[in-house]
Structure formats: structure tokens, C-alpha cells
């Protein structure tokens, strides 16, 4: 018997998603296969970085390093079936949260008005001691405002303008990879479709410096996790944060 927690399946009666993550890879570490399912059943997903992940390769300077990451996101996404990727271009490692990035990413949830938004995890640690990355808290902290944020007409409301209308339909945000994970998506099938993406970040992975790694290898480890929790191969994992009330 496997001692693995038992996940729920997430829900999938939706037809628009938001993804918000502070930089290009930030999905490709196992969500990027359960989006590779979405939109293989017709669903719309959009990803939103809000850096380009130009301080994220020490040998490259940011100015060559940014637009470098965004093409090499664009390609990792269009491998999911994902062809709407927004980089806000906020800066990449020293990401703060508070009023003024909850005001970016409401512009974006208003304007794209999704069913569910998405991230990755934003608990302080990746579980036991693995400390998280400040970036990735402060964004996943951020987009839990400001999708309560987008539905309020009086909370920045000087968006309101060229006919963009407040949003407050957003029914939950998930959090891919969370350590207090409750549920989960079987991508057995999307599995080869979420290392494809994660190939794409070649010069981000090359200038990481890890010899000898196997990008199918650690998702395997990783999804088969979330497939044990689930009763399936490969699963990825979600934190649930519902939203309304009751």
C-alpha cells in the first residue's frame, strides 16, 4: 500500500485559465504537462510572466539574457498548445509584493477574464528545509489579491477604460507543486508534452551548470509522485485556494 497522500482530481469544468509566474521555467517543472491536457480538451490558457528572468543565468548579461528566456518561454509554451504568453517585464529577483504588482497581474486577469488562475507554489518552502525563491511568494501572494482585486470597480480603477469592465469571475487559484498539495491532474498521457516544454529552456538550463541532468528523469520523479497521490502514472499537483464564500 502506498503511504502518499490521496489527491483529489481537479476540477475541469472551466474553460478559461490564467497562468502567473514570476519567470520563464517557472511552469515547465511539471504544471506545463497538466496544461498540455487543458488545451488538448479545446481549453483556453494564457501565461503571464511577469519578469523575463533576465538575472537568472550569471554568465549573460540581463539585457541578452531577457529576451532570450521569452523566446525560449514562447517556444516552451506553443509545446503545450499555449500560443497567449505576456511578459510584464517587472524586475526579475527583486520582485516586492504589495498594491503595486497586485495592480499589475488585476489588469491581466481583467483583461483576459479567466474561469481559474494558476501559479506555482508560494509557501515558504518547497517542503522540509528547501527554502522557496522570494520571487515565487511574492507573486503567488500577489495573484491571490488581485483576482479579488480585478472584480472591484473601485480598486484601481483608472484601469477601467477602453471598455476593460472589472472581472470577479475567477472561481479559485491553484498553485502547482505546493507542499500542502490536496489535489492533482493525471498527465500520464501529456507527460512527453511537459518534458518537450521543459527542453525548451536549453540556455537556461545549460547556464544552471548541472552536469548530467536528465530533463525526463527529474519529471518523472516529480509526476510520479503526484501519480501516486492520484492512482495513475503521472500526476501533477495543485494547492486549491477556493474563492467566494462558503
Known sequence: MSDAPRLEPLPEDWQTALFVVAHPDDIEYGA?????????Q???????????????ID????????????AEEIASARA???????????????LEYGVALRGSIAEVVRRHRPDV??????????????????DHIAVGRALLDAVR?????WVFPEQLTDGLEPWGGVRAVW??????????????????????????????????GWEGWDPEEFLDGILRGG????????????????????
Open 175 to 208: 498553485a502547482g507543486g505546493s507542499p500542502d498539495a490536496t489535489h492533482a491532474v493525471d498527465v500520464t498521457d501529456t507527460f512527453d508534452a511537459g518534458v518537450a516544454s521543459l527542453k525548451e529552456h536549453r540556455a537556461y538550463i545549460e547556464g544552471l
Open 59 to 70: 554568465g549573460l548579461h540581463p539585457d541578452e539574457c531577457g529576451p532570450l528566456r521569452e
Open 149 to 153: 482585486d480585478a472584480g472591484n470597480r
Open 227 to 246: 501519480g501516486q497521490g492520484l492512482g495513475v502514472t503521472h500526476a501533477a499537483t495543485f494547492e486549491v485556494f477556493p474563492l467566494g464564500w462558503g
Open 42 to 56: 479545446g481549453k483556453r490558457v494564457v501565461y503571464c510572466m511577469v519578469t523575463s528572468g533576465e538575472a537568472g
Open 32 to 40: 506545463a504537462a497538466a496544461v498540455a491536457r487543458w488545451t488538448g
Open 80 to 94: 503545450v498548445g499555449v500560443d497567449e504568453v505576456e511578459f510584464l517585464r517587472l524586475p526579475d529577483g527583486i
Open 117 to 134: 488562475a494558476l501559479t506555482i507554489n508560494f509557501r515558504e518552502t518547497f517542503g522540509g528545509t528547501n527554502l522557496n525563491q522570494a
